[in-house]
């Protein structure tokens, strides 16, 4: 089953409290696109895309779209106020440094020790991993917003990922349309669950085992 836009709204909206002022961030294409829209207006916050820019701000309408600006995934954008331009071998040195504050991503599965799989389904065409390898392995905070369930109801959050790794151990947090998990050396913390969902719940749809937090925030949807 896909995600309907209320839910979509509501991952980039929690996902959207990660960030402060000053950040540099670098969003994926889907659901982490959306994050902007929950920042506080007049926010400093510098959005990075891979193709070389660093100020992304909203998504224009279709009859406003400048041809010469879109993000790494294509799609037309524009630009803050003090926003750059650079080579996109300098956009990639700036996430190598590790300059790039928080990246918020899609996954096809994470693990219960952070392992992250969301470039390749074998057999399936795919443009390319992107940066999605250098952003997992170099950002210092990696951000996953994706589905509990995939299609088929098979859990996203697995003990061991089945797909090819982007990189290992490098979630630090996951957001799905049941809960918040915080990924420590321990294992996974549900941090934050959604109204009407009970743990229980929860645990008959996650196959990853996950401990509960002694101040578990309830989030209405």
Request: glycine share 10%; net charge negative.
């Amino acid at each position: 089953m896909g995600m309907g836009d209320g839910i979509r709204q509501t991952l980039a909206k929690r996902a959207a409290e990660e960030i402060s002022d000053g950040m540099l961030v670098n969003l994926g294409i889907g659901i982490p696109s959306l994050v902007p829209d929950y920042l506080p207006k007049g926010h400093n916050v510098m959005f990075h895309a891979e193709n070389g820019i660093v100020g992304i701000s909203h998504s224009p309408p279709y009859e406003e779209a400048d041809e010469h600006l879109c993000n790494a995934g294509g799609y037309p954008i524009t630009v803050k106020s003090g926003a750059s331009y650079c080579d996109s071998a300098v956009a990639f040195g700036m996430i190598r440094r590790g300059l790039v504050d928080v990246t918020i991503l899609g996954a096809l599965q994470v693990s219960e020790a952070g392992d992250l799989a969301n470039w390749i389904v074998p057999g399936k065409r795919v443009p390319g991993m992107g940066g999605a390898m250098e952003l997992a392995a170099k950002a210092n905070k990696v951000i996953v917003l994706m589905n509990h369930t995939d299609k088929n109801g098979q859990s996203k959050l697995l003990k061991t990922c089945t797909l090819p790794l982007t990189a290992k151990r490098c979630v630090h947090m996951v957001i799905t349309d049941l809960g918040v998990f915080s990924v420590r050396e321990t294992g996974l913390i549900l941090t934050d669950l959604y109204e009407p969902y009970t743990v229980e719940e929860v645990r008959k749809r996650t196959e990853a085992s996950f401990d509960v937090a002694e101040q578990l925030r309830i989030l209405q949807k």
